[in-house]
C-alpha cells in the first residue's frame, strides 16, 4: 500500500469517527430540544440570533439561569452540530470521489442552515405551530443524513465488497422502507400532539379517555388517538422485521440494528404510556422525543444496510437463476 493510500485511509477514518460524532450529537440536540418544549423554556430566551442582545457565543455563564440553561445551550449545541457540518461538508469534497456523498453533505449542510433559521423563527414569532412542527420534522431529516454520511464513511461501506444476493420472498426489503416511512409519520403525528399542546387531551392509557375508541370532540383527541394507533402499528412493524431479519442466516449485518430497533420501540412504547400516567413529567416526556429519534435511526440504519449489502430478489427470480445454474453444471 502507498503512503497515499494509507494518508487517505487515515483521513477516511478520521472523517467516520466526526460523522459519528455529527450523527451522535444531532440525536442529542432532538433530546435537548424536547427538553426545552417540556421545561416550557421554548421563549426563556426571546431574542435570536443574540441572547439578550449579547453574543451568544460569550453570554456570561453566571446569567444562565432558570429555563435559559436549557434554550441557550440547546442553540450552543446546534451552532456546534452546524460546525461539524462545515467541516464534513469540506472534507468529503476535498478527499471523497462519491459523488452522490458530495452533494448529501451539501444538502446536509443547506438542512442545518435553514434548521437554524427555523428556530430562530419558532422564537421571533412566539412558537407558531407550522413553524415549530418543521423545525422538529428537518431536525429528524437531518439526523438521518447525518446516519447516511456515518454510515457511508465506514470501513465496511468503502471495503468494496458487492451485495449478496438474497431471496426475498415476501417483500423484506419493502417492508424495511415502509418502516422508515411510517415511523416518519408517526413522529411527525407526536411532534403536532406536542406542538398544539395536546399531550393530555386523552387523560389515560391503556384506555382513551374510559374508552376503547374515544370521543371524537376536538382535533386534540383527534390526533392524539391517531399517534396511539401508530404505536401499536409501528411497534409491530418493527418486530416483524426484525423477527424476519433474525430468522434469515444470510442477513447478518442486519441483526444488530434489527434487534436494537425492537428493544427500543418497545421502550419507546412504554415511555409513551408515562407521559400519560405522569401527566407529562419533564423526564419521560423528553425521554420520549430522544426515543423517537433513536428508533428512527435504527430502522433507517437497517434499511440502508440492507440497500449496501444485499441484493434482494424475489423467490421465483432466484429459482430461475437456480435452474439455469443447474443446467450449466
Do not use: C
Amino acid at each position: 500500500m502507498s503512503n497515499a493510500q494509507k494518508n487517505i485511509s487515515s483521513s477516511q477514518r478520521w472523517l467516520h469517527r466526526i460523522a459519528i460524532v455529527l450523527a451522535v450529537g444531532t440525536i442529542v440536540l432532538i433530546a435537548k430540544g424536547g427538553l426545552v418544549h417540556s421545561a416550557g423554556a421554548g421563549l426563556s430566551v426571546p431574542d435570536w440570533p443574540t441572547t439578550y442582545g449579547e453574543n451568544m457565543f460569550t453570554y456570561p455563564v453566571e446569567k444562565w439561569t432558570g429555563g435559559i440553561v436549557y434554550e441557550h445551550g440547546h442553540r450552543l449545541i446546534a451552532s456546534g452540530i452546524g460546525m461539524l457540518m462545515i467541516i464534513i461538508t469540506a472534507w468529503v469534497w476535498i478527499g471523497d470521489k462519491r459523488r452522490w456523498l458530495r452533494w448529501l453533505s451539501v444538502s446536509a449542510l443547506l438542512a442545518v442552515i435553514v434548521q437554524g433559521v427555523l428556530g430562530g423563527l419558532t422564537v421571533l414569532m412566539r412558537l407558531p405551530t407550522e413553524i415549530s412542527v418543521s423545525h422538529a420534522m428537518l431536525a429528524q431529516s437531518f439526523m438521518l443524513m447525518a446516519v447516511l454520511i456515518a454510515a457511508a464513511t465506514s470501513k465496511g461501506w468503502m471495503s468494496g465488497e458487492a451485495a449478496r444476493p438474497v431471496k426475498d420472498s415476501a417483500g423484506l426489503q419493502k417492508l424495511l422502507l415502509a418502516t422508515v416511512i411510517f415511523t416518519f409519520v408517526q413522529i411527525l403525528l407526536g411532534a403536532i400532539t406536542r406542538h398544539t399542546y395536546n399531550g393530555m387531551a386523552i387523560t389515560d392509557f391503556p384506555l382513551n379517555n374510559g374508552k376503547v375508541i374515544p370521543d371524537f370532540t376536538t382535533f386534540g383527541v383527534a390526533i392524539q388517538f391517531a399517534h396511539r394507533v401508530g404505536a401499536v402499528i409501528l411497534t409491530t412493524m418493527i418486530i416483524t422485521q426484525g423477527v424476519r431479519i433474525l430468522r434469515s442466516g444470510a442477513l447478518r449485518k442486519l441483526r444488530t440494528p434489527a434487534i436494537a430497533a425492537i428493544v427500543m420501540v418497545v421502550i419507546q412504547f412504554l415511555l409513551g404510556a408515562t407521559v400519560i400516567w405522569t401527566r407529562e413529567a419533564i423526564v419521560p416526556n423528553t425521554a420520549h422525543v430522544a426515543g423517537g429519534a433513536i428508533t428512527f435511526t435504527l430502522v433507517f440504519l437497517t434499511y440502508i444496510r440492507s440497500v449496501r449489502y444485499y441484493q434482494f430478489r424475489a423467490v421465483t427470480e432466484a429459482a430461475a437463476d437456480y435452474t439455469v445454474q443447474g443446467a450449466n453444471a
